[in-house]
């Protein structure tokens, strides 16, 4: 049995997506394994809960939870690898933020199921039939995980030392993160978001910028966007201006507008907030002295018009962790 410090690595409410990002630490992977012992990862390693229940209280050393509290089971593990953990680090966009889950707070928890086992072209379903927590079957009890009625983040339903954003974390953020906690001079304090720099993604991105005045927004289908002007300046919804440093820009060097996967910068607490408020200084609706409101709503459907959901542009990795939340009750 090996004597290295126990580390695990699970999944909640997530798509596999961060899992992917530790195995993309490529040959520095050799380090870590040099370092712990990766104890429990459900998709590496067939250790089963059970033995997580089996260690004692804080016998793990390191455990990174990726995915968001979508489901009891969800939550249940939350607590359970808490209780076995010195350090709990929220990991990825998902567990940090509630990410694409979350959005599924913007709907009554009683409509979920909907549009994949009764709104659905392709699903015949006369019996009305949806998967149900418990089901008596000739043969005994079936279970399966219940849908809680509101996603949460990592940090709202269990203490949380660290903070990893992205979706998922780019890789040599997860490696600085990892080399922090073991460093000689000691962990960061305790609460801190690890793995990001201290400004925005437009801090990171090599593009040039004007004083921004836009009069109309595009599509990203809508026009081809030159590769040196800041994607904002060219009418592109970049959500850069409201996101977290740390990605390096990746998506606008390659011509795409950051989507705000790093989440909101440091010292904000609501990235929909801060991209509406900075789309407002920046907006150009022209003369608009004597205008009538009917007009002026009208100059400001045209301006926008290319922004067809705001709540899935504005919060669709942040919406969970924040100030909105999403609904809770039926
Ligand atoms: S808004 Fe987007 S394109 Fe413009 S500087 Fe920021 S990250 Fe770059
Ligand atoms: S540019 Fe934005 S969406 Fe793209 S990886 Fe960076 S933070 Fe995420």
Redesign the pocket.
């Known amino acids: 049995m090996s004597d290295k410090p126990k580390i695990a690595m699970y999944w909640a409410s997530s798509c596999g997506g961060c899992e992917i990002a530790l195995v993309n630490l490529h040959e520095k992977i050799l380090d870590v394994d040099a370092a712990f012992n990766l104890f429990f990862c459900p998709c590496l390693v067939d250790t089963k809960t059970k033995d997580i229940e089996a260690l004692a209280d804080g016998e793990l050393a390191i455990t990174f939870f990726n995915g968001a509290i979508r489901t009891d089971e969800n939550l249940e593990m939350a607590r359970l690898l808490r209780k076995k953990s010195q350090i709990l680090i929220a990991f990825g966009s998902c567990a940090v933020e509630g990410c694409i889950p979350a959005l599924g707070n913007l709907v009554p928890a009683a409509k979920y199921f909907d549009p994949i086992y009764r709104d659905n072209l392709t699903t015949a379903n006369p019996d009305n039939i949806i998967p149900l927590n418990k089901s008596e079957i000739a043969e005994g009890s079936l279970g399966i995980p219940l849908f809680l009625k509101k996603v949460r983040t990592l940090g709202q339903v269990t203490e949380v030392d660290y903070f990893l954003p ?2 998922p974390p ?1 890789p040599h953020r997860i490696w600085q993160a990892v080399a922090a906690l073991i460093a000689p001079d000691g962990p960061p304090p305790k609460g801190s978001v690890v793995g990001v720099g201290p400004s925005t ?1 437009c801090a990171e991105c090599r593009r040039e910028r004007t004083d921004k005045k836009i009069r109309r927004f595009f599509r990203t289908y809508e026009i081809i966007p030159n590769q040196t002007e800041c994607l904002l300046d060219q009418g592109i919804l970049c ?2 201006i409201a ?2 440093e ?7 060097e390659v011509n ?1 507008p ?5 989440g909101p910068p440091a010292g904000r607490l609501d990235q929909g907030a801060r991209m509406t408020a900075a789309i407002g200084s920046i907006l150009d609706l022209g003369e608009v002295k004597g205008l009538g409101e009917k007009e002026l709503h009208g100059r400001i459907d045209q301006a926008l018009g290319a922004i067809p959901d705001y709540a899935g542009t504005f919060y669709k990795y942040s919406l969970a962790g924040s100030i909105l939340g999403g609904r809770e009750k039926l």
């Open positions: 992205g979706c780019e993604v959500m850069g996101t977290r740390g990605c390096g820009g990746l998506c606008p795409m950051c989507t705000g996967c790093y």
